[in-house]
């Protein structure tokens, strides 16, 4: 049996590595043996993230600063700077966040958070299928979307339907690529100790205060580890038990009755407090 960088090595591709699950990710990647190409587009943040590796791996880093937002611009990019690699693994994580009502949001802001969560990842799985393929080798794709898909979550819509997209987009795509000998498995966090869940990551004006919700927060590196276990193994993963328990318990509540749920804990965790109605 081929261990983990004979099959998904030598290199591995990670968006939205500068900070949060995408940081976890190269650094994990990394322990396991893979050098990493480091994707967003803070290179300040991606270059402290190559040293780090760096210094407690030996890993090679590659860091290619792309701008997901523009999406097609981005994957050519990263087709220049990768090319010349021999690549078995993509995890196509970079998103964002959008914290308002539909109706108060504008049109500039709805449409970033579909190109960055949508249009980019489609394209960069769209991209390293191919080349996975043309590979002969087989190799691994990582889509990571939200357990959020499954609950209702006010003032996060356009958020959640775009990671309802990925979801679905690599629940198909595992079993359209498994003929090639790719693997697929999608990645869906929940409440995970990151800037996107603060705001501070995009710089809104909100904040959590989780000591006024019944919520835990998961460590990114444990969400991370779930997830390459269940690499090759499972169509997605829900990571962390108490998680996939509340979303079973959820799943049998009334869709109103969640939403005014989410809606008044969300009321008495979210800073500044906003108007729900």
Not at 175 to 196: A, I, N, Q, S, Y
Not at 239 to 244: D, E, M, V
């Amino acid at each position: 049996m081929l261990d983990f960088r004979e099959k998904y090595g030598p290199w591995a591709v990670v968006t939205g590595a500068s900070r949060g699950i995408g940081k976890h990710f190269a650094l994990a990647l990394a322990e396991r043996g893979l050098n990493t190409v480091l994707v967003a587009r803070n290179r300040e943040l991606l270059e402290q993230t190559a040293t780090e590796i760096s210094v407690s791996t030996g890993a090679q880093t590659r860091v290619v600063v792309a701008d997901l937002s523009q999406p097609s611009d981005a994957i050519q990019t990263i087709h220049s700077k990768t090319s010349d690699l021999d690549v078995g693994l993509c995890v196509a994580n970079a998103g964002m966040t959008q914290f308002c009502q539909l109706h108060t949001a504008q049109e500039r802001d709805l449409l970033e958070v579909i190109d960055v969560n949508i249009a980019s990842t489609v394209l960069l799985l769209n991209y390293f299928s191919k080349r996975l393929i043309a590979r002969g080798q087989g190799g691994g794709l990582i889509p990571v979307s939200s357990q959020g898909i499954y609950i209702m979550l006010p003032n996060e819509a356009n958020y959640t339907a775009s990671k309802a997209y990925v979801a679905k987009l690599g629940e198909i795509i595992h079993f359209e690529l498994k003929r090639f000998g790719v693997d697929v498995t999608t990645l869906l966090p929940g409440l995970t100790d990151t800037d996107m869940i603060t705001g501070h990551e995009m710089g809104e004006d909100w904040e959590w205060d989780f000591n006024k919700t019944p919520f835990k927060k998961m460590s990114p590196r444990s969400a991370v580890e779930e997830a390459l276990n269940a690499l090759g193994k499972k169509v997605s993963i829900s990571p962390g038990a108490g998680n996939r328990i509340g979303l079973a318990l959820m799943n049998i509540i009334p869709q109103s009755w969640r939403f005014k749920l989410y809606e008044k804990i969300f009321g008495k965790a979210v800073n500044p407090k906003y108007d729900w109605r």
